[in-house]
């Protein structure tokens, strides 16, 4: 504990600083100031005692301890001034603290390299850097408290010390098992936490999926409720398991640690009777030892409990701290090159990725050549690599092996944040964000305060009617479980979700499955958009739908990661390959 906390202490100092320097001084001060009240006190203290138990009448006795008294009186009014503004200082750094802890996680996990995600481990190592990120609000109070006890048991050992010498190594003494026992426990307690990190992350993820009232249907309807109960039910059972199997250790520190601090206690009382009984110390020394050992011994404990606490919960931050410089280790170390405006050529030269933990490539050997004003097509049975070469060609992912160039650029020498700005993309999974509508259109833009873009872009996907018809119509909230939101069908999102790509206007556009929700009439007017906007961009269309290839300037077909055919639609039809089987039994459903 010792060992660590210096360093936790001076982490814990810099991040509050850099949020709030004048509540990081206010809190300095006050510690400054209660540690000198409580050593004024016990001096003081001291001198009343003198007086009081010396010779002459109470009256002289009582007049001459009176100045001493009015001295304790005003330190330690002083001491709960500075504990009030300790405390409203505490009250002003912890949020913004957690709040730059919690943002700076957000933003490691959102920059990260998105082959991260696929890493063993990666899920596991963000739930406990989420742990840490609850337990940074208690790091500053515990630091106020640890430094407070440190500073008051300083000026109590002073007085101690100068009372008897051999009063302060008792007192240690009789402390240390706390000490001891204190961060057994919190290993116990992070071991114990540890173990248990997998099993809260996939509980979590199951209570989310079981809860979130998008899915309460299929839930319900296919009688999954008692199933999903009963996993549930398992995963917290196991995790509660490993907890109670660590309380009998937990209770064997404590007893232990605790019987010998007794002992330890014991002989400090004793000593201090036997300094008394044996005229080493006269009375009113004896007295005002009584209330200095009570005093250090508070302060002491207050010492090894919170820097305990402050040792336990460094544990968890330090997991954070290694998430946060893993996440930087893993953010896109590219180039700083840029790309133009207009781009006229993507060029895919024998690129091969592979997914960690896979043993075959998703994309084995790919060149593939994208020109400006063309439409390409993707087509091929699940797991062909259709997805993955969508995110080669915008950078989401790099090739082990091969290039990826923009205007003869290898994407691997240019800013990812350049890259990006120049695409657009409609996921297969899409985001259901719970904000207005216009900001599920413009999200990711430069902010506008003329909605005709906006409207246009909703015409272009044939939202105005259904946005109209909306309490706020653009400023609706799409979220149904808040307050004044409303809910879209699934086919109203995704064109939503072609809106919000369509908006942005870059030179690559790509969409996967953009249409697999959507009833005929909105499948075909988003196809028509695609193909008025065609002449502006190079445009992707991955889908399972082989009908709409026939907008496509080229369809290419894959098959285990590699490109089998590729030609327009009738000619890969009249080719009797793959893509024509396919065609006939689409036509034969």
């Known amino acids: 504990m010792c060992r660590r906390l210096p360093a936790v202490l001076a982490h814990t100092a810099r991040m509050a600083w850099a949020v709030d320097r004048a509540g990081v001084a206010l809190l300095l001060a006050c510690q400054i100031v209660t540690g000198a009240a409580a050593a004024v006190v016990l001096a003081s203290t001291a001198r009343v005692m003198t007086h009081l138990l010396g010779a002459g009448a109470v009256s002289e006795r009582l007049h001459g301890a009176l100045p001493a008294l009015v001295v304790v009186t005003a330190a330690a009014a002083a001491g709960r001034i500075s504990s009030a503004l300790s405390s409203y200082a505490n009250g002003r750094i912890t949020p913004l603290l957690t709040t730059e802890a919690d943002i700076a996680l957000v933003e490691a996990v959102c920059r990260v390299e998105a082959s991260a995600y696929g890493e063993d481990g990666f899920a596991d190592r963000q739930e406990a850097a989420e742990v840490g990120i609850t337990r940074t609000r208690l790091m500053v109070q515990d630091a106020q408290r640890f430094l407070a006890a440190l500073v008051r048991m300083v000026a109590a050992s002073s007085v101690i010390t100068a009372l008897h010498w051999l009063m302060l190594p008792l007192l240690l003494l009789a402390v240390l098992p706390a000490g001891v ?16 990190v997998g099993d809260r992350n996939v509980r979590s993820m ?22 999903l109960t009963y996993w549930y039910r398992a995963l917290s059972t196991r995790i509660d398991r490993r907890t109670l199997v660590a309380a009998p250790r937990m209770l064997r520190i404590t007893l232990a640690t605790s019987a010998l601090g007794g002992v330890f206690l014991l002989g400090t009382w004793a000593a201090l009777a036997w300094l008394a009984t044996s005229g080493r110390v006269a009375l009113p020394v004896a007295a005002t030892a009584v209330v200095a050992v009570q005093t250090t011994l508070a302060a002491l404990g207050q010492f090894v409990i919170h820097g305990a606490a402050m040792f336990h919960t460094s544990l968890y931050l330090a997991d954070m701290r290694a998430f946060l410089d893993m996440a930087e280790e893993r953010a896109p170390q590219r180039g700083t090159a840029t790309v133009p405006e207009r781009v006229d050529e993507i060029r895919l030269d024998e690129v091969v990725y592979q997914y960690p933990g896979k043993d ?11 020109r400006r004003g063309e439409i390409l097509a993707i087509v091929g049975e699940n797991g062909s690599g259709k997805s993955t070469l969508a995110k080669l060609l915008t950078g989401i992912l790099l090739p082990d092996k091969g290039r990826v160039r923009w205007d003869g650029t290898d994407l691997a020498d240019v800013s990812a944040e350049a890259v990006w700005r120049r695409t657009a993309l409609v996921p297969q999974i899409f985001a259901r964000w719970p904000l207005r509508v216009r900001e599920n259109i413009t999200l990711g833009q430069p902010k506008t305060f003329d909605d005709a873009l906006v409207w246009e872009t909703v015409d272009a996907v044939g939202m105005r009617e259904p946005v109209e018809r909306l309490p706020r119509q653009l400023d609706t909230l799409l979220a149904k479980e808040l307050w004044g939101g409303a809910e879209l069908s699934g086919g109203q999102w995704q064109r939503l979700a072609c809106a919000r790509a369509l908006y942005r206007r870059t030179p690559l556009l790509i969409l996967d499955e953009p249409t697999s929700q959507m009833d005929p009439r909105g499948e075909h007017r988003i196809f028509l958009q695609i193909k008025r906007i065609a002449a502006e961009r190079a445009t992707v269309v991955v ?9 496509a300037d080229r369809v290419v077909m894959m098959r285990d990661g590699r490109v089998t055919e590729q030609g327009t639609y009738d000619e890969l039809v009249a080719a009797g390959g793959v893509f024509a089987e396919l065609v006939a039994l689409a036509k034969d459903r």
């Open 360 to 370: 075959e490539p998703a994309v084995d050997g790919v060149s593939l050549t994208l």
């Open 181 to 196: 026992g204190a961060v057994l426990s919190a290993r116990v307690d992070y071991e114990t936490h540890y173990l248990n």
């Open 206 to 227: 199951m209570r989310w999926w079981a809860t979130a009232s998008q899915f309460g249907d299929e839930v319900r309807a296919n009688g999954m409720t008692g199933y």
């Open 543 to 551: 889908t399972h739908q082989l009908e709409n290839t026939r907008l």
